[in-house]
């Protein structure tokens, strides 16, 4: 199953700094659907991130948005389905990130395929 944004989608929302918004709330309209089997999430230090070309150009890309995300991200992890969320290093080279990707995703297509089981939905935390 791919969503590109069910991981991103609640994370970003979350950060928007609303005390109403937790995580919780962000992935409540998911609740029942389909649930992606693994979220690829790109690990950049900020003092990198800053390194490149339009970086903060983006309201998204500003250091305080992506220290909530990268704090929000790490909360995510704590819960049932936070083994899906596999870390690359995206300071690393191209080709590096490109290999961790592509071994990552290969891992889990594996994985799914050995396993054969249903489709998972989104659960009720």
């Excluded at 109403?20 to 089997?37: H, N, Q």
């Excluded at 592509?102 to 998972?120: F, T, Y």
Aim: a negative charge.
């Amino acid at each position: 199953m791919v969503d590109r944004y069910y991981y991103s989608g609640i994370v970003y929302s979350a950060a928007k700094q609303n005390p109403a918004l937790t995580l919780e709330w962000a992935r409540k309209p998911d609740e029942g659907l389909p649930r992606p089997d693994i979220c690829v999430y790109l690990t950049i230090s900020p003092e990198e991130a800053a390194k490149r070309g339009g970086f903060g150009e983006e309201r998204y890309e500003k250091k305080d948005m992506q220290e909530r995300v990268r704090s929000l991200f790490s909360e995510l992890r704590m819960h049932a389905e936070g083994d899906e969320i596999i870390e690359v290093d995206g300071g690393a080279s191209l080709d590096d990130v490109e290999a961790a990707v592509l071994e990552a995703v290969q891992a889990r297509i594996e994985d799914v395929v050995k396993s054969g089981k249903p489709l998972r939905l989104v659960e009720l935390w």
